[in-house]
T-cell receptor, first 112, second 113 residues
Framework: DQQVKQNSPSLSVQEGRISILNCDYT??????FLWYKKYPAEGPTFLIS?????DKNEDGRFTVFLNKSAKHLSLHIVPSQPGDSAVYFC???????????FGTGTLLAVQP | NAGVMQNPRHLVRRRGQEARLRCSPM?????VYWYRQLPEEGLKFMVY????????ESGMPKERFSAEFPKEGPSILRIQQVVRGDSAAYFC???????????FGPGTRLTVT
C-alpha cells in the first residue's frame, strides 16, 4: 500500500526553465510534508517543507504547493540549474511519532 | 554544528554474521530514526528512538533486527545472522523535539555476500 506516490520516475528540464515535481498521497492524517534531494551514495538532504495548514511555502528558488482537497503537492524549482540534477523524494508525516513515509522518487536531469 | 554521522559507510558481511551500524545524531537532537533503502526502492521507516527508549518499531522486521539509543553514545542498529536480502543502504536521521524536519546521515551501505 503506497501511501505516498511520485508517478514520474524521471524528468528532464532545460537549464533556466522551471522544474515541477509532483507527489500524491492517500492518507488524510498526514499533516506535514517535506521534500528531500538525494545524490547517489549520499544521504537525503532536506530542501523545504509545508504544514497542512498552509498551501504554499517558498524558500529561494524552491516553492512547495499543497492542495489538501486533491491530496497533492508539488515542488517548483525556478530557475533550474545543472546542480539541481538529483533524485527528489517527497515525504509525509502524521501522528505522534513523525515518522516519514517516502515516495519512490523522481530523477531530475537539468540539461545545460 | 556537525551533521548526522554514520559509520561505517560501507560494511561487507558474510551470510550468518552480525552487522552493527552506528549513528550519532546532530548535536542537541534527541530523536533518532532509522530508514532502509532497498535497491530500486524508496526509503522505508524502520524504527524511532529517543534516549534509552524505543518509541516506534513498527517498521522493523520481527526477527534478527534490534535497535538502541543509550544514554551515552551513538544509536546502534544491529542485524543478527544477516541474509542476502538485508543488503541495502541504511540511513539514520535525527530531529530536535520542536520541529518536524529530519536530517539524514550519509548512510551505511551493507553488502551481504
Amino acid at each position: 500500500d503506497q501511501q505516498v506516490k511520485q508517478n514520474s520516475p524521471s524528468l528532464s528540464v532545460q537549464e533556466g526553465r522551471i522544474s515541477i515535481l509532483n507527489c500524491d498521497y492517500t492518507n488524510s492524517m498526514f499533516d506535514y510534508f517535506l521534500w528531500y534531494k538525494k545524490y547517489p551514495a549520499e544521504g537525503p538532504t532536506f530542501l523545504i517543507s509545508i504544514s497542512s495548514i498552509k498551501d504554499k511555502n517558498e524558500d529561494g528558488r524552491f516553492t512547495v504547493f499543497l492542495n489538501k482537497s486533491a491530496k497533492h503537492l508539488s515542488l517548483h524549482i525556478v530557475p533550474s540549474q545543472p546542480g539541481d540534477s538529483a533524485v527528489y523524494f517527497c515525504a509525509a508525516s502524521g501522528g505522534a511519532t513523525n515518522k516519514l513515509i517516502f515516495g519512490t522518487g523522481t530523477l531530475l536531469a537539468v540539461q545545460p | 554544528n556537525a551533521g548526522v554521522m554514520q559509520n561505517p559507510r560501507h560494511l561487507v558481511r558474510r551470510r550468518g554474521q552480525e552487522a552493527r551500524l552506528r549513528c550519532s545524531p546532530m548535536k542537541g537532537h534527541s530523536h533518532v530514526y532509522w530508514y532502509r533503502q532497498l535497491p530500486e526502492e524508496g526509503l522505508k521507516f524502520m524504527v524511532y528512538l529517543q534516549k534509552e527508549n524505543i518509541i516506534d518499531e513498527s517498521g522493523m522486521p520481527k526477527e534478527r533486527f534490534s535497535a538502541e539509543f543509550p544514554k551515552e553514545g551513538p544509536s546502534i542498529l544491529r542485524i543478527q545472522q544477516v541474509v542476502r536480502g538485508d543488503s541495502a543502504a541504511y540511513f539514520c536521521a535525527s530531529r530536535d523535539g520542536g520541529s518536524y524536519e529530519q536530517y539524514f546521515g550519509p548512510g551505511t551501505r551493507l553488502t551481504v555476500t
